[in-house]
Antibody
Framework: EVQLVESGGGLVQPGGSLRLSCGAS????????MHWVRQAPGKGLVWVAR????????SYAESVQGRLTISRDNAKNTVYLQMNNLRAEDTAVYYC????????????WGQGTLVTVSS | QSALTQPASVSGSPGQSITISCTGT?????????VSWFQQHPGKAPNLMIY???NRPSGVSDRFSGSKSGNTASLTISGLQAEDEADYYC??????????FGGGTKLTVL
């Protein structure tokens, strides 16, 4: 059974940092693109970042470029999102999702982890 | 990249059909066939309902169908059921190798 489990969320002050993790099981994660998508409280979904199976091709939403970095460790079947210089508007539930093609098709999602940026 | 445009809400009675539109530009929806639709119940993760405009993943009811014309994609749900009440989001791959979501549509089953 395919499962994605996010962790690492919490309360952080503006300007602070946090690293989210997404553990994958039930499939060979190195064969898939992986994405991060976020959802602010009461708001819609927003795509954040993606990484290819080898970990050498990444892209980001303009709003997070330069502050958030996606990476992966295929030996650990884990994808990460390093979040630096956090702002109040980064407050959201962060989901990781599997892309079963290079063009999206987000077929499996984790349950999400909440990041709250507040002083 | 601006969000795709969806109606904020739609409603229908059990057994009826409804259609949710998703309007973008030639840089996203109109530029290829990589449009997906997701269903999200409150407090839950999104669930893929349609991919590549009109394909249903295994396990998704055939009451759900997708289409596209120009810069607008559509999700149609036929034979509405109470369990279909949820938020629905479209998303599209873009020319910039990124993805953009719609603002979401709340479906109410009367």
């Amino acid at each position: 059974e395919v499962q994605l489990v996010e962790s690492g969320g919490g309360l952080v002050q503006p300007g602070g940092s946090l690293r989210l993790s997404c553990g994958a099981s039930g499939f060979t994660s190195s064969g898939y693109w992986m994405h991060w998508v976020r959802q602010a409280p009461g708001k819609g979904l927003v795509w954040v970042a993606r990484i290819n199976g080898a970990g050498n091709d990444r892209s980001y939403a303009e709003s997070v470029q330069g502050r958030l970095t996606i990476s992966r460790d295929n030996a650990k079947n884990t994808v990460y999102l390093q979040m630096n210089n956090l702002r109040a508007e980064d407050t959201a539930v962060y989901y990781c999702a599997r892309g079963n093609s290079g063009y999206g098709n987000f077929d499996y999602w984790g349950q999400g982890t909440l990041v709250t940026v507040s002083s | 990249q601006s969000a795709l445009t969806q109606p904020a809400s739609v409603s229908g009675s059990p057994g009826q059909s409804i259609t949710i539109s998703c309007t973008g530009t030639s840089s996203d929806v109109g530029g290829h066939n990589y449009v997906s639709w997701f269903q999200q119940h409150p407090g839950k993760a999104p669930n893929l309902m349609i991919y590549e405009v009109d394909n249903r993943p295994s396990g998704v009811s055939d009451r759900f169908s997708g289409s596209k014309s120009g810069n607008t994609a559509s999700l149609t749900i036929s034979g509405l059921q109470a369990e279909d009440e949820a938020d629905y989001y479209c998303t599209s791959f873009t020319r910039s190798n990124t993805w953009v979501f719609g603002g979401g549509t709340k479906l109410t089953v009367l």
